[in-house]
Nanobody, 121 residues
């Protein structure tokens, strides 16, 4: 069984920064794409940023230039550095990963439990 555990959420003032981390654990034979999604109350869950195993990243237009995603393949971790935060960034942030399991023969998508980010003065 694979688990994704997020950490680093909290309350921050507008213009501030937060760093979210996600660690994958379990019997893992490799991880393809790792990503961060977010879901605000009453809204759909949307992609924030994603990064390939080779480090190629893409971002939602709303966070481009403010957020940076990175990963450590050896540690099976992904980090989202969030700067210049705005009230509209308030949401539950979820880690997501495509993980090779079953001896590397099967690719399964996993979600973390989510971490709350609140941007407010």
């Amino acid at each position: 069984q694979v688990q994704l555990v997020e950490s680093g959420g909290g309350l921050v003032q507008p213009g501030g920064s937060l760093r979210l981390s996600c660690a994958a654990s379990g019997i893992i034979f490799g991880i393809n794409i790792m990503a961060w999604y977010r879901q605000a109350p009453g809204k759909e869950r949307d992609l924030v940023a994603a990064i390939t195993r080779r480090g190629i990243a893409n971002y939602a237009d709303s966070v481009m230039g403010r957020f940076t995603v990175s990963r450590d393949n050896a540690k099976n971790t992904v980090v989202l550095q969030m700067n210049s935060l705005k009230p509209e960034d308030t949401a539950v942030y979820y880690c997501n990963a495509d993980v090779y399991v079953a001896g590397g023969t099967k690719l399964v998508n996993y979600w973390g439990q989510g971490t709350q980010v609140t941007v407010s003065s």
